[in-house]
T-cell receptor, first 113, second 115 residues
């Protein structure tokens, strides 16, 4: 059974640009959540989607957005990139939304220069 | 909001010894506590979890204990091996929600197992 797949794995962007990251959850999983991981702030929750609806949102500015498609695949977008957005962005999927186990992908490494 | 503290931040043990990592949480409504292992360049991998209706859970060399009254939970690794070297994260579910899931993670513990 395939795990959570994230693309791209690595990318470099310039300040002011925007970026879109993609996540394919484990087959049968309908909930997708996103986390930002940095050395200074650790793992921080961005948002969670279930049935194409955003259920929860963390404390990030509006430049961070996401969406989920009918096949449960999800994308997150960061607009007007800042140097501080450099981080590992992790996607996690779960079977449902009742606080069950989440499984992480390998992440997308974003470097903003 | 929920806050999760984790100690120690770094831990070095000799191969074969035991390692213990402790976490405390603040939200009494939290009811699910997973532990993740993250190796260099990889995403966090679930290694064990515990729910609030259980006090202890064991899986081979790994065990987790939960003290709801004191709001702390611990990861115990016995007979450590070099491949146990990684960063370990504890997490607590955000309580009081009927749907949705998000977790607050501890800052991580870098475990080094010395041969």
């Amino acid at each position: 059974k395939a795990g959570v797949t994230q693309t791209p794995r690595y990318l470099i962007k310039t300040r002011g640009q925007q970026v879109t990251l993609s996540c394919s959850p484990i087959s049968g999983h309908r909930s997708v959540s996103w986390y930002q991981q940095t050395p200074g702030q650790g793992l921080q929750f961005l948002f969670e989607y279930f049935s194409e609806t955003q259920r929860n949102k963390g404390n990030f500015p509006g430049r961070f957005s996401g969406r989920q498609f009918s096949n449960s695949r999800s994308e997150m977008n960061v607009s007007t990139l800042e140097l501080g957005d450099s981080a590992l962005y992790l996607c996690a999927s779960s079977r449902d939304t009742s606080g069950n186990t989440i499984y992480f992908g390998e992440g997308s490494w974003l470097t903003v220069v | 909001g929920e806050n999760v503290e984790q100690h120690p931040s770094t831990l070095s043990v000799q191969e074969g010894d035991s390692a213990v990592i402790k976490c405390t949480y603040s939200d009494s409504a939290s009811n699910y506590f997973p532990w993740y292992k993250q190796e260099l360049g990889k995403g966090p991998q679930l290694i064990i979890d515990i729910r609030s209706n259980v006090g202890e859970k064991k899986d081979q060399r790994i065990a987790v204990t939960l003290n709801k009254t004191a709001k702390h939970f611990s990861l115990h690794i016995t007979e450590t091996q070099p491949e146990d070297s990684a960063v370990y994260f504890c997490a607590a579910s955000i309580g009081g929600r009927n749907y949705g899931q998000n977790f607050v993670f501890g800052p991580g513990t870098r475990l080094s197992v010395l041969p």
